[in-house]
């Protein structure tokens, strides 16, 4: 890749953001990392080095959103892709669900990715060029007991993905989902042991993926090889959600 192009990963400080960051800044792209983990930000461009470019932002917090953005467009211009990354859990069953775990998980996961894409989709429409990508997971497609609020979000943001692929289309601008099996990072982490091996044990591939397994594909989707590709929503989850 020759010309320079940015890419805005939201929840790039560590994990599956992290690891797109990663790959996309070894393709050539400059990455406007955002998260709100000031310290793990510093450090993860530490290890990536120049072409990740930290950023505050809070995905929930719109001037907060709008004032990133507005900085990112005016050092790191032409921003040409975009990876709707930022996600938290608040797992329970429904009954023990509070309407707080419910209105935070779909605000971090679903209002945060209509925040920032609002935001840097002007931009794009007035390029007429850019590849946006939500990270969705394979509960969207096939729910999970006690993830309720989580696999709304992740739903919505399918629903958000195929609304948007329709919509932006005519600028030049592809949307497309990726749905994550169980990937090994802090997410996951702390799930108890005979879960993990319980979840290791329905993967037909028989292991978790790894954050470069989906960053992979984020990185694909993002780049013009994939210039038909538009509101598809491409599971990576070693054969779980078949
Ligand atoms: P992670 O917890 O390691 O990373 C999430 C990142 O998002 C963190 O750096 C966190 O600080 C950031 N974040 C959270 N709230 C934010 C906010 N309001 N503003 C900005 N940044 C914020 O988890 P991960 O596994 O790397 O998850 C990345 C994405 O992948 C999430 O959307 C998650 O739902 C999705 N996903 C993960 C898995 C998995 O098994 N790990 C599976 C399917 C989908």
Redesign the pocket.
Known sequence: MTDPRTAVV??????????VSRRLAADGWTVAA????DE?LAASAKEVGPLYRPFH?????EADVNAACERILAENPPVLGLV??????RDSLLMRMDAEAWRKVL???LT?AFLVTKTLSKTMMRQKAGSIVN?????ALVGSAGQAN?AAS?AGLIGFTKSLARELAPRNIRVNA???????????LNLPEEVRRGYAERIPLGR??R?ED?AELAAFLLGDASCYLNGTVIPVDGGLST
């Open positions: 939201t929840g790039a400080a560590r994990g599956i953001g992290l690891a955002c998260d709100m983990l793990q932002m809070d995905v929930t917090d709707n990354n930022a996600g938290i859990t605000t971090v996961n945060g990270i969705s997971s394979v509960v989580y992740k990726i749905a994550p099996g169980f990937i090994e990072t802090e997410m996951t978790m993926g954050p989906v």
